[in-house]
């Protein structure tokens, strides 16, 4: 592939995800100032927006100027103050990410693990709790990157509240992309990343913290470790005080708005069904191929498909074979599960039926010249019919 | 101003500046995956070029994903262990945020206070590190953005090292738009900003740890408190290993190699010539008009030169002027210097003779209305007798 190609590269991995070119030509818009008078509509507008997408009323929703994961050490570093008793529920990957992230916030780190591939659930949440005590706060991830496993979250919250802990939640990977309701779910704080099923580029965190959280850092008796990622500070720039912080990344800022500009066009609610149905076909299509899918039915991330690699199989040859044939990207695990599983998103932009439908008859052609036989055409008319509501 | 009129925003500001069209279309090139291998060659360019910029053979090189106040960020929370004691000379705004930084590090921070205005220089860190014992390391600021300083650092590194201390470098303003060799003048860490003398929009924050700053980190005792801004951990994502970390900015990366490619072709000498030329000949055409100019002229920054507002004359009102009559952005002064300093900035693609005529043209214009007597043209025409070398 020569750069000039690049363009057409259609990324159905686990993010980032294609961009409408709506969102990247609003970055030809001129440059401002970060301090201009003139900025200021763009940077409320972009909270007014993230409010709606967090479902939340909490003056605390702006983005973070930086991807995913500093939006993860933004809600450890300025909830957890040294020595603070910390319960991280590891279901994957970035669970073992906020383990990470805890501990170099000096948290007292709890680390409870949960077999990668199954979901967090109230009952553990709960055992731990009751032999726990003085717990600041509980991690867990809504929807894993490294598994597509979705864990339910109202039945945890509650728990979670019921011993006087904050509500820790990454939502990453379902935010824009899977019902999310921040207030009625009652989560302190959570975060997202930009180029997900927000449908922005890389480079942006969404972040909102909670009035209960709020009060609890404003509590502190230590400051918060980063200056970067103080949220205190960060609201008066963002909000109407304006204040200078840090060189904002103005057309990532542009890009962010009109991404959610499209957002609030589709409708939230009709966007989470297009992740739903998309997601749907693929998974009859893969099944229909004789591939086997790594998340329990009743706990799978719309936008992220894991499938398990079978016997015999080289995850990363038909990964190579997806790039060169057919200039398609799909992902491999992560961590334990690299080689184990691929993992397929449909994200924002990049999730739309004819992606479902491209890769499936990709993986018709690749599959078998790797000595995995599928028939032709057969997970295309099954992902067909789900899509017609056949 | 509607938003359709962006585009025609003349930044003359501390930054961001303008960024050249072929830069930002460079953003349209289509999303590539963070772990892709067409990916790869792009990071190897922008880290091999950031190189030549900051004149270094140092291989911890790299941009940091966020903007150069997470570079000052990493540049402490590498460094520096809780307990640490840590010099910073204060001449400025920026110097300040060090100190900040520096103590969310946990460091043991001795501020040494230098007039605002006037440079760090060799003698006054002689001073103080005859008297301090066991310091880690000694921070302060090439480029003062608050005041249009320029500290001379050759002199002080000798000093610094003599006393077995690390040098920390605030190089944000200086960059790419002043003199600037890291191994010669043997600095240990030094961070800028893609959106000032780099030419690319705010979103990155280039780094560079020499390898006794990289011994040092090797040797800490405790984890870096970040996880975003862990250099050995980035090193791993940026090198040949390319170990995911986090998903890195693609769109700005585009952005940066575009920039760092026309610094490359423009030649950093003659970029350098270039900034110093346009502020000789702004200087003059400002002290012209009867300003006064801020910073001595042993100690002036050309990409950024700091005007006293004129007893009588409310800053806010010239710049909100410019704004409206010209669509021109200026700075106002930061911190102490409020309202009592214009802050104007040439930097990258902002930094073009066209532009140092139009800003003293429209001063020539706004000024009197303020109530400040100008000549008519007077200004311009000194600015072009230095353009021209008369």
Chains 1, 2 share one sequence.
């Not at 972009?46 to 409010?51: G, I």
């Not at 973070?64 to 020595?83: D, K, R, V, Y």
């Not at 009035?211 to 470790?225: E, L, N, P, Y």
């Not at 963002?238 to 962010?256: D, E, N, V």
Request: hydrophobic content about 45%; overall charge negative.
């Amino acid at each position: 592939m020569s750069e000039r190609d690049l363009t057409n590269r259609v990324l159905l991995g686990p993010g980032p995800s294609n961009v409408n070119p709506r969102v990247t030509q609003s970055m030809l818009k001129g440059m401002l100032g970060h301090l201009d008078p003139e900025f200021w509509p763009i940077t409320d507008q972009v909270c007014a927006m993230l409010r709606e997408v967090f479902h939340t009323k909490g003056d605390f929703t702006l983005p973070i100027s930086a991807t995913g994961m500093a939006g993860m050490e933004s809600a450890f570093c300025n909830l957890i103050e040294p020595g603070d008793k910390v319960v991280v529920i590891v279901n994957g990957f970035f669970g073992t990410r906020m383990v990470d992230v805890a501990s170099r916030c000096g948290a007292d780190v709890h680390k409870v693990d949960v077999p990668w591939g199954s979901p967090v659930l109230p009952e553990i949440v709960e055992d731990v709790l009751k032999k726990e005590s003085n717990v600041k706060a509980v991690a867990f991830v809504h929807a894993e990157t490294s598994t597509g496993v979705l864990s339910p979250i109202k039945e945890i919250t509650g728990v979670i509240h019921e011993h006087e802990a904050l509500v820790i939640l990454d939502v990453v990977t379902s935010l824009g992309g899977v019902k999310f309701l921040m207030d009625e779910w009652d989560v302190d704080v959570c975060y997202s990343a930009s180029q997900k099923c927000l449908g922005a580029p890389p480079g942006m965190s969404p972040i909102s913290f909670s009035g209960r959280a709020i009060d609890s850092i404003k509590a502190r008796k230590t400051q918060v470790q980063s200056y970067y990622l103080d949220i205190l500070n960060l609201k008066n720039y963002w909000s109407k005080r304006k204040m200078y912080h840090h060189t904002a990344p103005i057309l990532m800022i542009y890009a962010l708005r009109e991404a959610l500009l499209m957002m609030m066009e589709e409708g939230l609610e009709n966007r989470w069904a297009r992740h739903s149905m998309n997601a749907a076909a693929l998974r009859a299509g893969l099944e229909s191929l004789g591939l086997e899918l790594l998340a329990d039915p009743k706990y799978r991330a719309a936008p992220l498909t894991t499938v398990k690699v079978p016997d015999g199989i080289e995850a990363s040859k038909v990964i190579q074979a997806l790039y060169g044939e057919y200039n398609l990207e799909i992902g491999n695990g992560l961590g334990d599960f690299k080689d184990k599983i691929w993992r397929i998103g449909l994200m924002g932009d990049s999730c739309k039926s004819s992606n479902v439908l491209m890769l499936l008859s990709a993986l018709e052609n690749v599959l078998p010249k790797q000595g995995f036989e599928t028939g032709v055409g057969v997970a295309v008319a099954e992902a067909e019919r789900v899509l017609l509501g056949k």
